[in-house]
């Protein structure tokens, strides 16, 4: 049994209702995996300011790395990067400088990665097919 389908198959056991949060959360879960498999080092989840959020702070070598997760379960409206538009970045970047100014990393080097998940569903069943990151996604 994949990881994704163990966390689906927990909320269908307690009889909780399968939502795009729950969807969203399995998916940010499998991007945390795909991550370390890469050698990431996980710093934080779901950073959250008035700003923006960002979904995974991780360490990446030497870079601080803030990594957007899209998961989509279709693209008949467009792949998990093209919900990546200018209007999200910015309020992503905005996000990165609060917490770069606030943990005093600011002079340290920095990059925004995104994690893409295609995915599809089979009736209950989150189906990973593709994890793709996507390392220097967007810059300032």
């Known amino acids: 049994m994949k990881f994704t389908e163990k966390l689906l198959s927990k909320n ?14 399995i998916g940010e879960e499998a991007a945390v995996q795909a991550l370390k498999k890469r050698g990431y080092k996980i710093i934080e989840r779901n950073y959250r300011t008035k700003m923006g959020e ?9 870079y601080t790395v803030f ?9 008949a409206f467009g792949s998990p990067a093209d919900t990546i538009d200018e209007r999200k970045q910015q309020k992503i970047i905005k996000a990165a400088q609060m917490y770069a100014v606030k943990n005093d ?18 009736g209950e ?7 793709q990151i996507i390392k220097n996604a967007f810059t300032l």
């Open 105 to 122: 990393i600011y002079d340290n080097p920095m990059r925004f990665d995104a994690v893409l998940i295609n995915a599809d569903t089979d």
């Open 54 to 62: 960002i979904d995974i702070i991780a360490k990446d070598g030497e």
């Open 67 to 75: 990594v957007e997760v899209r998961l989509r379960k279709s693209n």
């Open 12 to 25: 269908l056991y307690n009889k909780e209702k399968t939502t795009a949060v729950s969807i969203g959360n």
């Open 125 to 131: 069943k989150l189906v990973n097919e593709e994890i």
